[in-house]
Every structure is written in structure tokens, then in C-alpha cells.
């Protein structure tokens, strides 16, 4: 169970909470997808934890159940070439920083450890593994970019997104290699700049 230990101060205060988080950082290729979600006051359920801890099938599953339940939530998808214009710290950072003012209901903002710089945002270290909120959050975008991926694998099917989601795997260096790179790629990252680019 995580320990809320905000949600818990703010909540006893009739206060919301916002749990901002990411997927898709480290990708080669494909959106970073940043959300964010305001769960009810006192709202429980055991099942939501860390993304990464869930099984795909479990991820869908609570996607549903946070949607319908949540008091507010958003989702912002950033695609490379805005990774590529401002470096992929910076478009992090300023996706949550819009979406921790996309709404006024909450009087605290919980972030995965990416420091905003304005009163009343808290940068937690692992929060997607202490805050519901947070979690939650991790939820909603890993659905949605790990969704992303899938269409893609329709489009491009030689590189098999649906498979390691645009992760720098052993395969996957191996497809683009062969196959060269399209525009789903960050042309910033290491991996890519050292290959041909080869738009289809």
C-alpha cells in the first residue's frame, strides 16, 4: 500500500491533491505522454501503484477505473520533434508545468521527482511509488503511450513497436539499422544521430 503521506495531510484539510507523471523518456522513438490526475478526497484502491510494478492487462484495467473515478485528470502528448527542439528534460518539465496549472481545484501538485519551481509543487523521488496521486498519473500515461505504440507497429510494422515500444533493446537497433529511421524518431538521441536518417 503507498503511504500518501501528502494526500493524507491535504485530504484530513478537505484539500485536492494533483499527482503529475511520465511515460516514454527514454525511447528512441514515439510521443512522451505526461499526465496528470486528481483523485477524490479520501479515494482508495490497493490496485494502483507504480506503472512499472503492473501488468499490462492490470494498467488497462485501472486506466478504466481511474477515468471514471478521478475528480480530474489530463493528458499532454509531446511528440519528437518537440523533444528534439528543447532537449527532453526541458519538454518534461514544461509539459507538467502546464499541466499543474490546467486546472485550479487542488492546493498541492506531487510530481515525480521533476522540480516545477512554483509554491505548492513538491518533486517527489519515486513518488509514482508513494503517492496515489502520482501513481495514478503513471497509469494514465503509460496506457496511453504503450496505446501510441501499437498504432504505430500498424504503420510500421518492420519495426515492431509493439514489442519493446521504442526502446533502445538489442532488436530494436537491429530493425532500425536495417530498415533506417522515420519521423517517429528523436533525432537528438545518441542512438539515432548515429544512424542514417531515412524518412518513409
Same mark, same amino acid.
Given at each position: 500500500?503507498?503511504?500518501?503521506?501528502?494526500? &493524507? =495531510?491535504?485530504? @484530513?484539510?478537505s484539500? *485536492?491533491v494533483?499527482? /503529475?507523471?511520465?511515460?516514454?523518456?527514454?525511447?528512441?522513438?514515439?510521443?512522451?505522454v505526461?499526465?496528470?490526475?486528481?483523485?477524490?478526497?479520501?479515494?482508495?484502491?490497493?490496485?494502483i501503484n507504480?506503472?512499472?510494478?503492473?501488468?499490462?492487462?492490470?494498467?488497462?484495467?485501472?486506466?478504466? &477505473? =481511474?477515468?471514471e @473515478?478521478?475528480?480530474y *485528470?489530463?493528458?499532454? /502528448?509531446?511528440m519528437p520533434?518537440?523533444?528534439?527542439?528543447?532537449?527532453i528534460?526541458?519538454a518534461?518539465?514544461?509539459a507538467m508545468d502546464?499541466?499543474?496549472?490546467?486546472?485550479?481545484?487542488?492546493s498541492?501538485?506531487?510530481?515525480?521527482?521533476?522540480?516545477?519551481?512554483?509554491?505548492?509543487?513538491?518533486?517527489?523521488?519515486?513518488?509514482d511509488?508513494?503517492s496515489?496521486?502520482?501513481?495514478?498519473?503513471?497509469?494514465?500515461?503509460?496506457?496511453?503511450?504503450?496505446?501510441?505504440m501499437?498504432?504505430?507497429?500498424?504503420?510500421?510494422?518492420?519495426y515492431?513497436?509493439?514489442?519493446?515500444?521504442?526502446?533502445?533493446?538489442?532488436?530494436h537497433?537491429?530493425?532500425?539499422d536495417e530498415?533506417?529511421?522515420?519521423?517517429?524518431?528523436?533525432?537528438?538521441?545518441?542512438p539515432?544521430?548515429?544512424?542514417?536518417?531515412?524518412?518513409?
Amino acid at each position: 500500500m503507498l503511504e500518501n503521506k501528502y494526500e &493524507k =495531510i491535504y485530504w @484530513d484539510n478537505s484539500q *485536492y491533491v494533483m499527482g /503529475i507523471d511520465e511515460a516514454g523518456r527514454g525511447p528512441l522513438c514515439g510521443p512522451l505522454v505526461v499526465a496528470c490526475c486528481v483523485l477524490p478526497i479520501n479515494y482508495q484502491n490497493d490496485d494502483i501503484n507504480d506503472s512499472k510494478q503492473l501488468t499490462d492487462k492490470k494498467r488497462r484495467k485501472l486506466f478504466k &477505473k =481511474i477515468t471514471e @473515478d478521478a475528480h480530474y *485528470y489530463s493528458i499532454k /502528448i509531446v511528440m519528437p520533434e518537440e523533444i528534439d527542439r528543447l532537449n527532453i528534460y526541458a519538454a518534461t518539465k514544461k509539459a507538467m508545468d502546464e499541466l499543474s496549472v490546467s486546472t485550479n481545484i487542488h492546493s498541492l501538485t506531487i510530481t515525480d521527482a521533476m522540480p516545477l519551481g512554483r509554491h505548492g509543487v513538491i518533486d517527489m523521488v519515486k513518488g509514482d511509488a508513494k503517492s496515489i496521486s502520482v501513481a495514478a498519473a503513471s497509469i494514465l500515461a503509460k496506457v496511453v503511450r504503450d496505446s501510441m505504440m501499437e498504432g504505430y507497429n500498424v504503420l510500421y510494422p518492420q519495426y515492431e513497436y509493439n514489442r519493446h515500444k521504442g526502446y533502445g533493446t538489442k532488436r530494436h537497433l537491429e530493425l532500425m539499422d536495417e530498415y533506417g529511421l522515420n519521423k517517429l524518431y528523436r533525432m537528438s538521441y545518441r542512438p539515432c544521430k548515429e544512424r542514417q536518417l531515412k524518412l518513409f
